[in-house]
């Protein structure tokens, strides 16, 4: 829940011009992963970040977690330096990374997350009652004697998230933990997340792909690109400023050959198509500053020998706020 | 971290490490693997010996003595074997293929009281693989070979060896830590690290041979091994060199056990630095 400003909230997680360089081709320079990243995350909250691949997500979750360290600049976590302080961040963080299935094949759920339970130290009885209760909401009873290796990609996952939530840590890092979920797992998490975000004194940090859980998961949104935060505000917010130019979806057949030209027009902020492979039909989503650039706009859809078979004004989503700042789609 | 916190993480390692080393096949099977390598790796060098030996040598004093020497040798080798092989490949295969090393690495104990919980099982596969080999040395070369060759295992002196066995493993412990944090930064050694300290201390840590046997400068590095020492002061434990040396020895090898030791805790701290500089605590190896 974000109080808005003025309301004076406990910071859990806070950077200052955080920056961090990885070394590149030789004779091509450094790679620049976070650029001068300024970042203020509060108590209770679901705070989420979306950018695309390279984007510098997963650098600062590593940094965070205490994986990583800076080249440059603060990153606190409640209060605590990262570089000087990670013994005792640890206490009261965990990361689950979607995509990754951490854990012994030849061991039972029950015996993953008992190891994991014994790691941060918790006393036998908590955390018997602790994976009983991530069990039943994860919904791994019938699964709690089996050998990882013989789970699911589905209720693999769903172990790596319980193994997050084992030590009921007060700050959880969620790295696209839906990536390769099916429907009922991505929803499983989602509403263990934000059932257990109400318990209090929680915060979370999610990166995902995908723009509906972040609007449906997220008190606030970070838009990252090229390692530099180019928004953050609630995702409601965020709409609105966007609100202020126009949203359109324009339906054509077949896709652009050069969408960089339609890019280019005067007045176009940003675009994204996504093609529907049985259809035949592309999906443009456009960004625009208002609306007389429509008119060259379309002439320029024409001259990418593509006819427009339906077009219409939408209401501003998230991602009509991504391929604003970004320019392009998340997916593209 | 609390030490009961500590001590509760390294046994839930342990036992984990045990399921994982153990529960990959049957018992029969498990126990056949555990006792085939040492014993065997005894067998040739032993049947070597006795083979080249000369007739006269053969069945003499010394030639017996010699071969007890040996088998006691080779039998501890265990240890220095299962320390180094095991734990120069746990942070690879933790990190490789089951993906789990960074999720320790960031829980309170980072990896401490796992790698000690992790070692302890190779600890124990030593111990079975060392009982297994005085056992099976004794049936065969004195039952079935009647060469009465002096390996009274009912003679040993306990109070000298237990001491020099707990010496001698926590020596070995702290190497195997050193391997640890090497192979968190090295980048294609996993499989030749293990091997390679194994086979070094093989050749000079006085195991088939006395290291006066080595050249001169040679000499000078099999004297600063704790492996020496913890050989020295098992054979002395069962009385296959002259007693009188034990304490000595097992102060040298206290010396360089605490030398192995604060030197695994100085490479480990440089080691986990430059991970976390790099970013190595989830790198996958590309091959």
Known sequence: ???????????????KGLRRLFKGIPGKGDVVALDQVDLEVYDDEIFGLLGPNGAGKTTLIKILSTLLLPTQGEARIKGLDVVKQAPQIRRMINLVSGGETPGYGILSVKENLWFFSQLYGLPRDFAKDRITKLVDQLELQDYLNTRMAKLSTGYKQRLNLARGFVNDPALLFLDEPTLGLDVISARHLRTLVKGWIKTGGKTVLLTTHYMAEADQMCDRVGIINHGKILACDTPQRLKTKVAGGATWKIEITPNLSQPESVKSVQGVLGLSQNDNIETGIT????????????SDLLSKIRDNGCKVLNMGKSEPTLEDVYISLVGTGLEE | MAVADFVKSARESFRVGWKIESNWTDPVLFATYQIIRPLASLLIVAFIVIIGASVSAAGSLFYNQYLAWLIVGTAFYAYVLQAMLGMSL??????NRYEILK?????????????????????VNGTISVVLTLLFSEAIFNGVLHMNIPLNLLGVNLFMLIPAVILGIIGLLAIGYMLCALSIVANRMEFILGDSVSGIFFLLG?????ISLLPGPVQAISNVLPVTYFLNTVRESFGLLPVSNYTSDLALLGVTTLVALALGILVFRGAEQRARKLGLFDRKSEY
């Open chain 1, 1 to 15: 829940m974000f109080l808005g400003p003025g309301l004076k909230r406990d910071l859990s997680i806070e950077t």
């Open chain 1, 283 to 294: 999906t443009l989503k456009l960004v625009l500053e208002d609306e007389s650039v429509m």
């Open chain 2, 103 to 123: 999720n320790i690495y960031i829980s309170p104990g980072t990896l401490h009281p796992y790698i000690i919980g992790r070692g302890l099982v190779s600890v």
């Open chain 2, 206 to 210: 006085g195991v088939i041979f006395p």
């Open chain 2, 90 to 95: 746990l942070v690879f295969i933790d990190r």
